[in-house]
Nanobody
Framework: QVQLVESGGGLGQAGGSLRLSCATS????????MSWYRQAPGKQRELVAA???????NYADSVKGRFTISRDNAKNMVYLQMNNLKPEDTAVYYC??????????????WGQGTLVTVSS
């Protein structure tokens, strides 16, 4: 069974920083894209940032220049550095990964989410 576990959420202040981490576990052969999504209360889940296995990235317009996604392929981990936080960044943040297992199944796996609350 493949799992993703996020950490690093919590309370941040406007203008401050937080760093989210996402660890993978299970029978993993390879990981293609890894992404961070978020869902604010009453809103749909949205893509925040994504990174390919080769390191290409893309970001939602709302976080460009403030957030940075990175990954450690040796550790099968992905990170989200969030700087200059804004109250509108308050949401549950979810890690997502496109994974190929050792028995050659292709899975699209979600973490359980970590809450980020930004106070003004």
């Amino acid at each position: 069974q493949v799992q993703l576990v996020e950490s690093g959420g919590g309370l941040g202040q406007a203008g401050g920083s937080l760093r989210l981490s996402c660890a993978t576990s299970g029978s993993i052969l390879s990981i293609n894209s890894m992404s961070w999504y978020r869902q604010a209360p009453g809103k749909q889940r949205e893509l925040v940032a994504a990174i390919t296995s080769g390191g290409s990235t893309n970001y939602a317009d709302s976080v460009k220049g403030r957030f940075t996604i990175s990954r450690d392929n040796a550790k099968n981990m992905v990170y989200l550095q969030m700087n200059n936080l804004k109250p509108e960044d308050t949401a549950v943040y979810y890690c997502n990964a496109a994974i190929v297992t050792r028995d050659y199944r292709s899975l699209y796996v979600w973490g359980q989410g970590t809450l980020v609350t930004v106070s003004s």
